[in-house]
């Protein structure tokens, strides 16, 4: 599904990713660890093509496709989704707007929405005024209106409460298809049409695990992807010995 080559990337004239190669096939839930300014979420900018990232040497592949040069709606188009760990107000657009835009598979605003507690929200403008959790409901709300085959996922767990946290992880397992149960009533094969899908998801604490299955982690420290394994022996890890002497390990 993805395919990441000796990708390196600068912002401006400073280098903040070197030699990355990192393969997703679908089916698979990959989760990214570091520190902060690791890196993180300029390889989650970098594959959705956003153009302050600049890539200066290998390239990503997508579905077979070189899509290095390809812009953001064009990555879009071809199956690929990211929820932002900051989200951005869009003033003047509802999120009822946003929704009817993005929908695919003919699911309406309403049942999107009901599923996440945000059928209230509708009619409001995008991520305005909304609180931690409201943001990563919108933001999810969003992508599932999508569907992408691909979804990129920025520290979820962020700012997020308990209660939050449980509908956000229900809502990220619908997206990666790791449960078959019902959304708002209906069953999810019948939303999602039986395709496969897979995930790269960024988390700083670790928390996301407890509610979303990951298959392979990966561990980015000073922008190198330095160290995989088993996610959850990765993380504990991470939590004994720091990223410094982790990355040493080879689970």
């Known amino acids: 599904m993805l395919r990441l080559e000796n990708l390196s ?24 660890f570091g520190p902060n300014g690791s890196g993180k979420s300029t390889l989650l900018g970098t594959i959705m093509g956003f153009p302050r990232f600049r890539v200066i040497a ?30 951005p107000t869009i003033r003047g657009v509802l999120l009822r707007n946003i929704i009817e835009i993005a929908a695919r598979d003919g699911i309406t605003p309403e049942e999107l929405a009901a599923g996440l507690n945000l059928t209230d929200f509708l009619d409001r403008e995008v991520n305005h005024g909304f609180s931690g959790g409201e943001l990563k409901r919108s933001e999810l709300v969003q992508l599932l209106a999508q569907n992408p085959d691909l979804v990129l996922l920025d520290e ?13 992880g229900q809502a990220i397992n619908h997206l990666l298809e790791k449960e078959v149960v019902r959304w708002n009533g209906r069953p999810l094969k019948e939303i999602r049409r039986g395709r496969t899908k897979c995930g790269l998801v960024i988390t700083h604490t670790g928390y996301i695990l407890n509610y979303v299955e990951a298959d ?3 561990v980015l420290y000073k922008g190198k992807l330095s160290c995989s394994g088993n996610p959850r022996e990765l993380f504990g890890c991470i939590k004994r010995v720091g990223y410094g002497e982790c990355v040493h390990c080879v689970l």
């Open 58 to 87: 290998g390239r990503i592949l997508f579905k077979e496709e070189d899509i290095t040069a390809l812009p953001v709606n064009e990555r879009a188009v071809r199956g690929m989704g990211i929820a932002f760990q900051r989200p």
């Open 216 to 218: 392979v982690g990966h």
């Open 9 to 32: 990337v600068a912002i401006g004239d400073r280098t903040v990713l070197e030699d990355i190669n990192l393969e997703i096939v679908p089916g698979e839930t990959h989760v990214l």
């Open 156 to 168: 979820p767990e962020s700012g997020v409460d308990l209660e939050n946290m449980a509908l956000i």
